[in-house]
């Protein structure tokens, strides 16, 4: 299905090119052909288990092969990460099962400085019990929201935008409605009614036909005959990994891209189809960048680093392969329900203070998780135990960040501090792990150029 730059509401210009309602996928279909035709070589069943950084220079990473439970050091001039975001340290994401932040986890746990951590994007509209996103189009197609009193509430909160206004916005508008009893009751949860009926049948199969059988299939609802059940969930990871306009960390040979990664082009608060088009601008800045660094050769870094991390990998195996411990599923469940209560779309000083605490004892508890299998080999728990380690890091540089940041920025909602600070929060959150594995914090002025900052008409 072709791209098409398309009109939407009321005639007006689409904000970007988009295929129906599953961009993403087929810009991913289309990576992977084209990966192949060039004759990349893929590793579909390794695991990146560590990062090799030592005095500023990144020496490859260690990885496990799924199939085999061999560890294999891979050594490296230039490392790029493309891991994803990192919602699944949140109970309700619509993220994949694999965006577990580890990635991020890693480059930090291995000395990568990691930027706005706090900047959690919660998108409005997610399918109650999945967490499936209900993508941005339906609004944009025009998709109204009800509460249980058959109200279009926007009209209280942004009369001059509605069901278009910001994600953030109208996510704690939805949120709000909920925590006043004005949500739906589920088996599953509260939720408020998106509404797409009066589209049409015509116009929901031809526009927004994956979303038509994604309830279908997952809630046995059709959209045509039926209001979706939705609830705000977490979406996207603004912050991430410290790099440059070219991708480059300040370690030298690393390099990181996507939501993985921080180049703050999108702010505090991530626009709707901006990060399939981050992937693609800085995907190909990142290539054009190690390759200009790269020219002329020069040699493999000192391979003796790597060794010594496969080493302490090897040693952590060890450790993990004890049946009858602690089960690193029960501590992510616990994970995701703090930050989904403590650290979510409304924040207050004293619940992510309890969610320190909570998270610090989490990260005790994960000093004695066990697998129940020794094996190496197709072993998924023992991959879940080792990306959980870095799940907790990412978590805790979430919360501290979050509490730090006293104001109202972006996705950031501070219940005690409602409005935005320019004059002392004009700044990124810099998180480092210290020597004694703690996350240190610390500030960096942001670089304007062409536009100041501006407040929001809403």
């Given at each position: ?74 050594r ?16 309700h ?17 291995a ?33 109204y ?91 996207y ?19 990181a ?16 189809g ?28 000192d ?75 197709m ?80």
């Amino acid at each position: 299905m072709p791209l098409q730059p398309v009109s939407r509401r009321h005639d007006r210009p689409a904000p970007a090119c988009f295929s129906a309602d599953i961009t993403g996928h087929v810009l991913l279909n289309t990576l992977y052909e084209r990966a192949v035709a060039k004759g990349v070589k893929i590793y579909p069943e390794w695991f990146v288990t560590s990062l090799c950084i030592e005095e500023g220079q990144c020496h490859g990473v260690v990885a496990l092969d799924i199939r085999t439970g061999e560890l294999i050091p891979v050594r490296a001039k230039a490392t790029f990460f493309g891991t994803g975001g990192y919602g699944r340290v949140y109970q309700h994401s619509t993220n994949a099962l694999i965006n577990t932040g580890s990635g991020i986890g890693m480059a930090y746990a291995a000395g990568a400085p990691l930027k706005d951590m706090e900047f959690v994007q919660f998108h409005p509209t997610c399918l109650i019990g999945t967490s499936i996103l209900m993508t941005e189009a339906c609004r944009g197609e025009g998709g109204y929201l009800f509460n249980n009193q058959g109200e279009r509430f926007m009209q209280r909160y942004v009369p001059t935008a509605m069901e278009l206004a910001p994600r953030d916005i109208v996510s704690r508008c939805i949120q709000t409605e909920i925590n006043e009893g004005r949500g739906f009751d589920h088996p599953l949860g509260k939720y408020i009614q998106l509404d797409l009926r009066h589209l049409g049948g015509k116009k929901i199969i031809e526009r927004l036909p994956g979303i038509r059988n994604i309830c279908i299939d997952f809630i046995g609802i059709d959209p045509i005959i039926e209001p979706i059940p939705i609830m705000p969930c977490q979406h996207y990871s603004m912050g991430g990994i410290d790099v440059d306009k070219r991708c480059a960390s300040d370690i030298r040979g690393f390099y990181a891209g996507g939501e993985c990664s921080c180049v703050s082009v999108h702010g505090g608060n991530r626009l709707g189809g901006n990060s399939l088009l981050d992937t693609i601008v800085f995907g190909k800045l990142a290539a054009q960048a190690i390759a200009e660094d790269l020219e002329g050769g020069g040699a493999l870094p000192d391979e003796k680093p790597l060794l010594k991390l496969k080493d302490e990998v090897e040693q952590k195996l060890g450790r993990l392969a004890t049946p009858g411990r602690g089960k690193a599923y029960r501590i992510q469940a616990e994970l995701g329900t703090v930050l989904d209560e403590k650290v979510g779309i409304f924040r207050t000083r004293k619940e992510m203070e309890q969610a320190l605490q909570k998270i610090a004892g989490l990260k005790e508890e994960y000093r004695n998780v066990g697998v129940s299998s020794t094996a190496r080999h197709m072993n998924f728990e023992l991959i879940n135990a080792l990306e959980l380690e870095y799940m907790l890091e990412v978590a805790h540089t979430i919360t501290l960040g979050a509490l730090l940041r006293e104001e109202s920025r972006g996705a950031h909602f501070r219940t005690d501090f409602k409005t935005r600070n320019d004059r002392d929060w004009l700044k990124h959150t810099i998180a480092k792990i210290g020597p004694n594995g703690e996350p240190v914090i610390s500030f960096k002025d942001v670089t304007i150029t062409r536009y100041q900052p501006m407040e929001r008409k809403y």
